[in-house]
């Protein structure tokens, strides 16, 4: 069951979330509540909760600050944000800070119980693309495993470039749904763009923007067989514009990836 806590300074606000808000059906528990900044962030750090639902404005720390160090320290935390200012400074403020949803007051447990929900779905998502994720890391590793134990085991000599590829794969799986460049991973690593290219290709057999490419196509075939969204796959493996998605996966596959997920 996913955990949530709510902060708020208004006591009356904390009690009607506690009582009208039907959290053992939307499979969430509610772990504690706080009426100020300091508290909820002190709450925050020894519940570690799933989703945290808090006011904007509140003593001691306000809800944007507490947020951005939530973010900061967790930043799969869904958090879902309430005002009653109706404000475009802090309803954009609360999106660049990657909120998941944003209410008026006064809420009502209806409107709580929709972002609950879209919550919940938000984290399933994200813990069954990890999943995934770990899967094919594993396979990929019996397969590296495999190919060493068939003679082709590196020299010794060549450890430290292994273990800059090693890094460099690590850290594309890990940002696969973001727009990698070499050169960024490169920077992650320590190491000249162009020189990496060619370790690359030397311990993978295959190129950079290819394993990158192969890794997203395999992660969307698992997602498409699940039954996700053909333009939500294509945000996840790194693609944001659905058009270039299609013909990517089109040229990868021989089909389109709506046919591939519900084929006729």
């Not at 930043?75 to 200012?85: A, L, M, P």
């Not at 938000?122 to 990929?140: L, N, P, V, Y």
């Not at 973001?178 to 190491?191: I, K, P, T």
């Not at 089909?255 to 084929?263: C, E, K, L």
Request: charged content about 30%; hydrophobic content about 40%; overall charge negative.
């Amino acid at each position: 069951m996913l955990k949530a806590v709510v902060f708020d300074d208004e006591y009356i606000v904390i009690e009607a979330l506690r009582m009208l808000i039907d959290w053992t059906g939307l499979e969430v528990e509610l772990v504690g509540t706080a009426g100020d900044g300091i508290a909820a962030l002190e709450l925050f750090r020894q519940e570690r909760p799933d989703i945290v639902l808090t006011d904007i404005r509140m003593p001691g720390m306000d809800g944007l600050q507490l947020i951005r160090e939530i973010m900061r320290e967790a930043e799969d935390t869904c958090c879902i944000v309430f005002s009653g200012f109706n404000e475009f400074e802090y309803v954009k403020e609360a999106l660049q800070l990657g909120v998941t949803d944003y209410l008026e007051k006064p809420i009502t447990d209806e409107s709580v119980e929709r972002s609950l929900r879209k919550a919940v779905s938000k984290i399933g998502s994200q813990r069954e693309t990890t999943e995934i994720r770990r899967k094919w890391e594993e396979s990929q590793r019996e397969l590296l495993d495999k190919a060493r134990l068939d003679g082709q085991a590196l020299d010794d000599g060549l450890a430290p470039k292994t273990s800059a590829v090693g890094r460099a794969r690590t850290y594309i799986v890990q940002h696969v749904n973001r727009d990698l460049s070499l050169q960024e991973v490169a920077d992650h690593v320590g190491m000249n763009a162009a020189y990496l290219s060619v370790l690359f290709k030397e311990e993978t057999g295959e190129t950079y923007i290819k394993f990158l490419t192969r890794y997203r196509m395999e992660l969307a075939k698992m997602l498409l067989r699940k039954g996700l969204k053909v333009n939500e796959v294509s945000e996840r493996v790194g693609y944001h514009t659905y058009r270039h998605f299609s013909e990517v996966f089109k040229k990868w596959t021989g089909t389109t990836p709506g046919h591939y997920r519900d084929p006729i």
